[in-house]
């Protein structure tokens, strides 16, 4: 290009702003982002009734291993695997053959030292007689008296070993110690069984059934105050489920463990429930709902207002049409609300809807919500 026209197109150029300038025109002045519209949630109170839940474990409150107490063959099995069974009721008949035998023989033995005792009671009481008299040697009846003590030690043998023979005779016949259930059976008829090694079966009580849980020694207090209050009818303090369904059977604690383990920092409290219907069995796991109402009215928030960043949570509070981005600490949440336990005071208005839109600082258009949920 010449310089001609250089200088032709700067003219212009110069001529056209001198133009606009004179016609009084400005350039357009920024504007703001337009107002986010939002729902709001006036702050409030109200009674927070919900359940703190537990992992638990459901246990036998009695429950005992069968093993023989002698040596022998099974010879009857009297009961059908998974039964009812009543204390005393017979379970188990060993081989009585040895233990009867030796039975009678510690009753032999038995007779023999009464007889022995007899004879040198009679030898006493005839040598006394004759020491009145000056007739016998005091050594003679020394003698004497020693052998009477002698027998009576020899009888008191004889009847400890006859005791522990029946004890024997009566151990081959294993009876329920309690009413409860009988599990499967580890043994068959013929099975030769060791004393103190061979386990037989379990037997377990079935109603009421315990459940155990550990909680922190945070809240020691409230589990002793639970179990201070006097018990009520169809209290539904203690509830126990199994994913979605809830046992109908409503729970009492029953024990607080002496001591909280120091490795865990926790303590092991105990729950009993009714079962008539047998339904809970040793061994399931559940989880253990316990109704938490406190005196004091809790701060509730719809929990759709709430938002996190890294772990924490934040909420935002309106102020003259503009949003602060502040922190909160939360509790429990119940249904579609939770408990603010810090961070936010009664009559504040916080963003229920529309929170995803906004940033620190945002101007936002309130809109009335239809219900207050």
């Known amino acids: 290009m010449s310089s001609h026209h250089l200088v032709y197109y700067s003219f212009i150029a110069l001529l056209f702003f001198a133009t606009s300038c004179g016609n009084g025109n400005q350039p357009p002045a920024a504007q703001g982002p337009p107002a986010i519209p939002v729902v709001v949630h006036q702050v409030e109170t109200s009674d927070a009734i919900y359940y703190d839940e537990y992992p638990a474990t459901v246990r036998a409150l009695n429950e005992v291993e069968l093993r023989a107490q002698v040596n022998g063959y099974i010879t009857a099995i009297h009961f059908k695997e998974g039964d009812k069974v009543k204390k005393g009721q017979k379970l ?10 030796t039975y009678q023989q510690a009753l ?29 040697a005091k050594q003679q009846v020394d003698y004497a008296e020693a052998e009477f003590i002698s027998a009576q030690k020899m009888v008191d043998a004889a009847k400890a070993t006859v005791r522990s023979v029946q004890t024997n005779v009566r151990y081959s016949t294993i009876v ?3 009413d409860g259930t009988i599990g499967i059976s580890m043994v068959r008829l013929g099975a030769a069984v060791t004393p103190g090694q061979t386990l037989l079966n379990t037997i377990s009580s079935d109603d009421p059934m315990a459940v155990d849980i550990a909680v922190d020694q945070r809240e020691i207090y409230k589990f002793t105050q639970l179990y201070s209050k006097k018990a009520v009818k169809n209290d539904s303090t203690f509830r126990l489920a199994f994913g979605n ?3 109908p059977e409503f729970g009492t ?6 001591a909280v383990d120091p490795q ?9 429930f009714p079962n008539p219907n047998h339904v809970l069995r040793a061994g399931m796991s559940a989880t253990l709902r316990v109704l938490s109402t406190s005196a004091e009215k809790s701060v509730l928030i719809p929990f759709k207002a709430v938002t996190e960043q890294l772990g924490e949570f934040f909420v935002y509070v309106v102020d003259s049409s503009k949003v602060s981005q502040r922190k909160v600490i939360l509790g429990k949440q119940i249904n579609s609300h939770i408990i603010v336990k810090d961070g936010l005071t009664v009559g504040e208005t916080i ?6 839109n906004l940033r620190e600082g945002a101007a936002v258009a309130v809109s009335v919500p239809k219900e207050n949920n």
């Open 108 to 136: 032999a033995n038995l007779s023999v030292q009464e007889t022995n005792l007899l004879r040198a009671q009679k030898d006493v009481e005839r040598y006394r007689e004759l020491e009145k008299k000056d007739a016998i």
């Open 245 to 247: 369904q809830v046992y």
């Open 92 to 101: 188990y008949s060993i081989d009585q053959q040895q233990s009867e035998a």
């Open 351 to 356: 963003v229920k809807e529309g929170v995803q």
């Open 253 to 258: 604690i029953s024990v607080v463990d002496r």
């Open 264 to 272: 865990t920092g926790t303590i092991r409290m105990r729950v009993s």
């Open 176 to 178: 329920a110690p309690f």
